[in-house]
């Protein structure tokens, strides 16, 4: 009888774990590390390129375009940092009315994601 | 695709026919439990290979992947031609074969077959939904095996990605990397199979440890992939439940060492465990708390068999693996676990684990989730669960299973501690981690749960008297 229990509890168990698993909503990673791919040929094949923080602080979403970027772009490093030669813009990271942080880069390249590259004046 | 496949099977066969060769496993072992050792096995040592590969500046690609082929191949076939002679003796069918099934036989298993039905297709489900995995997935494991697989002169590179866990070891992403070789691509399959991998072979120890002639077996094997927090991790393509899979066949392994009525039996069975606790310390940090507990244990079965020689057999099984763990941790990636990178010493340390009041704050924030860990329709299986284990091993049958419980409580109180001593903030830290650490320990405790009931006469026997060495 506890045999019986314990199998009709997994059963039941299991069909909720599917129904929850059906009912999830597609995870955007895919899309997002795709388009960081695309800075690919722009970018050195090893080394660092910056990424600028939000202006807004960072939150969920903003760190989960840091990390695809970095995911996307490896080997090379992407740390949050105005240093480097390259940096990425993510979209809505710069202020719309011109963000001072950008002083001393020219953009590169605009992507259809939104995203931007830019690079150091020599 | 294919070869990816080939790139997986290839060092669990030459594995499997190893252990026969080397008379570690024999006709008596369950075959599902060697199966599942050969997985661990095959995989784990593939994964050392590649790398001492990489530490040489041997590019993970085409060639690599062809090399490695032709060398997993030629260690099989000269273990199978070491078998051939003794007839071969590679599976414990015979010793297995079921006797007559009951109406009632057929009925558990086809339960158990609905449930494996429904777990494989959530598990499909999720990877549908999330083809990169999880949030550690991309940010972790998959990142590290890019680095890996994509540029051998700076993949240590890894190390400057602060959120990567540049502390934690390289089984798992050194096994996709070496995959993705044989493949050709970054195939995000490679790691989607690897994880269906460690559930099928979590619940193949369980079963198989349990002899899956009875029916209690089956019963064990579905509770132990029905909750949702299994599935989901089996398709996170994390380590997590790999973890649980060297686990709990280091235990089994370690358990079927306490039982052992022979010397040499003991000396196998030692000897497996040992090189499972090692590799499971080559899988994740917990691995090495693994490693700390069960070593005194193995030392235990050495004095229960009145047999000092025994710990040599462990020793030989654990050093290999060890020297590699130490290796990479002080002189490839000497960074401290992250946990505990801002700690500010032992001191601090322990007054945080002697403050009535952090124990207060852990207690409160694991409570509930204790209660519905699982997933829906599951909440209680972990508590009910742990009770049904600590009775067990009251039992006669269970007493077999005191081993397993008593690391899998020390393991427990190892997460326990860390959540109180590690200088982040603790509610984050419960919640981020609590439910893949019980995945971890969950396919042992399971195993300990179901280890009472209808033993063989002969297990009985073996647990009412000390072993003797023979001569």
């Not at chain 2, 079963?207 to 509770?223: H, S």
């Not at chain 2, 403050?355 to 997933?375: E, F, K, Q, Y």
């Not at chain 2, 995945?439 to 026997?461: E, H, K, N, T």
Request: hydrophobic share 60%; net charge positive.
């Amino acid at each position: 009888v506890l045999g019986g229990l314990l199998l009709a509890w997994s059963l039941l168990a299991g069909v909720a774990a599917l129904r929850a698993a059906v009912a999830r909503v597609p995870d955007q990673m895919a899309e997002q590390e795709a388009e960081f791919r695309a800075f690919a040929p722009y970018l050195p094949p090893s080394g660092r390129v910056g990424f600028l923080q939000p202006f807004d602080g960072w939150m969920d979403a903003s760190v989960r375009t840091h990390y695809a970027a970095q995911y996307a772009l490896a080997p090379r490093v992407v740390p949050e940092s105005l240093s480097e030669e390259f940096l990425i813009v993510a979209r809505d990271a710069a202020r719309p009315e011109g963000d001072p942080r950008l002083a001393g880069f020219v953009e590169v390249e605009r992507f259809p994601s939104g995203h931007r590259l830019f690079r150091r004046f020599p | 695709v294919t070869a990816a496949l080939f790139g997986l099977l290839a060092p669990v066969a030459a594995a499997w026919l190893s252990l026969a060769a080397l008379r570690l496993r024999t006709a008596r072992d369950s075959a599902l439990v060697t199966g599942a050792l050969s997985i661990c096995i095959g995989v784990g040592l593939s994964s050392l290979a590649t790398y001492w590969c990489v530490l040489m500046g041997v590019a993970i690609g085409r060639g690599f992947a062809a090399v490695d082929a032709i060398a997993w191949t030629a260690i099989g076939l000269v273990a199978w031609r070491a078998l051939r002679p003794r007839g071969g003796a590679t599976t414990a069918a015979t010793a297995h074969a079921p006797g007559h099934l009951t109406w009632v036989d057929w009925l558990v298993r086809a339960a158990f077959v609905a449930v494996a039905v429904t777990a494989a297709a959530t598990v499909v489900a999720h990877g549908m939904a999330a083809p990169h995995g999880e949030w550690d997935a991309w940010a972790i494991w998959n990142q590290k095996a890019r680095f890996l697989s994509r540029d051998i002169e700076h993949w240590t590179a890894v190390l400057d990605v602060t959120w990567s866990n540049p502390s934690h070891p390289l089984l798992v992403s050194l096994s996709v990397a070496r995959l993705w070789a044989y493949a050709g691509s970054e195939t995000t399959l490679v790691p989607a199979v690897l994880g269906g991998v460690w559930a099928v072979g979590a619940a193949a120890v369980v079963m198989g440890a349990l002899g899956i002639g009875r029916r209690r077996a089956w019963i064990a094997g579905a509770v132990l992939i029905a909750p949702a927090t299994f599935t989901q991790l089996a398709a996170a393509q994390t380590a997590d439940l790999a973890v649980g899979l060297f686990m709990v066949a280091a235990l089994a392994e370690l358990r079927s060492a306490v039982l052992a009525t022979e010397e040499g039996e003991a000396r196998a069975h030692l000897l497996v465990s040992a090189l499972l606790c090692g590799l499971t310390a080559w899988t994740k940090n917990e691995g090495l708390v693994l490693l700390v507990i069960a070593t005194p244990i193995a030392g235990w079965v050495a004095a229960r068999h009145g047999r000092a020689g025994l710990v040599a057999w462990w020793l030989a099984g654990v050093l290999p693996v060890c020297m590699t763990v130490l290796w990479h941790k002080t002189v490839v990636a000497p960074v401290p676990p992250e946990y505990m990178a801002e700690a500010a010493g032992p001191a601090a340390a322990m007054a945080r684990l002697l403050d009535p009041a952090r124990h207060a704050l852990v207690w409160s924030l694991i409570a509930p989730r204790v209660m519905t860990w699982g997933g829906p329709l599951a909440a209680g299986a972990l508590p009910l669960t742990a009770a049904a284990a600590a009775l067990a091993v009251f039992t006669r049958a269970g007493r077999s299973g005191r081993v397993v419980l008593a690391v899998v409580v020390l393991m427990f109180a190892a997460y326990y501690a860390t959540w109180l001593a590690a200088p982040l903030d603790t509610p984050w830290l419960v919640a981020t981690t609590f439910d893949r650490l019980i995945v971890q320990i969950w396919p042992s405790l399971v195993l300990v749960a179901f280890s009472a009931g209808d033993a063989p006469a002969a297990l009985a026997v073996a647990l009412a008297s000390p072993v003797r060495p023979k001569g």
